[in-house]
């Protein structure tokens, strides 16, 4: 459990200070690149460590995960531009890569599939739990302190789930000789690194029919191509792509993409929106999002229940429902909506993403036996990653885009970077001009509305993805 808070509260603590890091660094169209690093890496780590915790066990890959965790985690907080916090936000999601998958592996591997329901719900309650005290704290730490701390918190939680996993996991594995994938790894890594410059570089730094362009697309779609070849024909694959032949992994894992992709979109986005747009303060853009905890819970809870007794399907499509809701709720949202309307919406999404994550990774762990837990619960885990990772990517080229090609106060040229960035830092932003104030006002909120009715229209697909599954309770399927 306190592992898993570790990594949640990572994962939503930030959120709140991203746009006071992006004003100190003066680095807008870097902000993406602060989640790109992190979930980039541990895409990439998550199918390795859960193959490694299949041959070697879940204890010495999750300790070995949590102390680099650890390092990263420290080294942020010590970061000197945005730059160096890129490169540590990278180590921290090699550790993260090992932290989050093998959590849910050990779940599997203690609980029978009548008790993982509940487990799952327990353990999905942590991450509601998070959500709640993540944004409140980082927004606390940011308008007191620095945003920093936000990264020092996690220290003693991971020194504390070390000490506990240490002394109480008791587990009896045969050590195996390991067979890693290190072509596809690496087939992987450089394509999807080569595919995120380009789609963070074009139309800003680089015209998009430029050589610089096609040349990383073109790359990108070769490495890409290279890394789905090898895993066909690997002896231990990093992407086991034979688990995509049962039914319901094949589905549920296209809707994890989606319902990720929106999971970062909104809690990278609606906290931009709050600071930027409506002139709240970190913490206020942390207590809007927290809503969304208490509903996650409950969501966790009833998904976990609903899958045992009546299959994936019910509970995936309620879910998947209740995201569309909230998303076009979101996507209606002005400048000057009261402020009630986003702790509402926040609420019907945190139902969404409560039922419909759970359910993905119970359909993960219980539709293949144990030698394949590890590597099944990993690929969930990565393709849930590999979401947020386009999605965070996709989600700020759209937006750079949308704020260059706008006017504000008549300037035919667009707002700049240094513009947007002194909106962001509660200093600069006043000693603006209220015109001035109201005009970059006006552009970020016309972006960021385009932006969220295409997260709208990701997550309709995402329920339309989810509707072939099953009706029955998973069964091991080898």
């Not at 093998?102 to 509601?128: A, N």
């Not at 879910?319 to 402020?339: E, K, Q, T």
């Amino acid at each position: 459990m306190l592992s898993t808070f570790l990594a949640a509260v990572e994962g939503t603590v930030i959120s709140p200070a991203t746009p006071s890091i992006v004003g100190e660094f003066e680095a807008a169209s870097l902000m993406s690149w602060v989640f790109a690093a992190y979930l980039l890496t541990m895409a990439v780590t998550t199918p390795i460590f859960g193959k490694l915790s299949d041959l070697f066990g879940r204890k010495p890959i999750f300790l070995t995960g949590c102390l680099i965790f650890i390092a990263g985690s420290a080294l942020c907080g010590f970061a000197g531009g945005m730059e160096q916090l890129i490169a540590f936000r990278a180590l921290q999601g090699i550790g993260a890569g090992a932290v989050i998958p093998v959590t849910y592996t050990i779940v599997g591997d203690l609980y029978k599939m009548e008790e993982r329901g509940k487990v799952q719900g327990m353990i999905s309650s942590v991450w509601g739990i998070a959500s709640l005290v993540g944004p409140l704290l980082g927004g606390y730490l940011v308008d007191t302190f620095s945003w920093r701390w936000i990264f020092g918190i996690n220290v003693p939680f991971g020194l504390l789930a070390v000490l506990f996993i240490a002394l109480f996991l008791k587990e009896e594995r045969t050590r195996k000789k390991a067979n890693i994938d290190w072509a596809g790894a690496a087939t992987f890594t450089i394509g999807m690194t080569t595919l995120l410059l380009a789609l963070t570089s074009g139309g800003q730094s680089a015209a998009w029919d430029s050589p610089l362009m096609i040349g990383l697309l073109a790359g990108s779609i070769a490495m890409l191509a290279a890394f789905v070849w090898i895993e066909s024909r690997a002896a231990e694959p990093m992407v086991p792509l034979k688990l995509f032949r049962i039914r319901d992994i094949a589905f549920s894992s296209l809707g994890a993409i989606f319902v990720s992709t929106l999971l970062i979109g909104l809690t990278t986005y609606i906290p931009l929106w709050v600071q930027g747009v409506q002139q709240g303060s970190a913490v206020l853009s942390g207590m809007l999002l927290a809503p969304m905890s208490l509903t996650w819970i409950i969501g966790s809870f009833v998904g976990g229940r609903m899958i045992a007794k009546s299959g994936a399907r019910g509970a995936a499509v309620i879910g998947l429902a209740a995201l569309v809701a909230g998303s076009a709720g979101v996507a209606l949202m002005g400048g000057h909506s009261p402020v009630y309307v986003l702790p509402l919406l926040m609420l019907v999404l945190g139902l969404g993403f409560g039922m419909s994550l759970t359910v993905f990774a119970i359909v993960a762990q219980s539709s293949v036996g144990y030698s394949m837990r590890g590597a099944s619960t990993a690929l969930n885990t990565f393709l849930r990653t590999l979401g947020q990772t386009l999605g965070v990517a996709f989600f700020g080229t759209l937006l750079n885009a949308s704020l260059l090609s706008n006017t504000a106060g008549g300037d035919s040229s667009g707002v700049s970077e240094a513009e947007i960035n002194a909106l962001l830092s509660e200093h600069t932003r006043a000693e603006m001009s209220a015109d001035r104030l109201g005009s970059l006002s006006g552009v970020l909120e016309s972006g960021l509305h385009s932006l969220f009715i295409v997260m709208l229209v990701l997550t309709a697909i995402g329920l339309l993805a989810v509707l072939p599954l099953s009706k029955r309770p998973p069964a091991p399927s080898e």
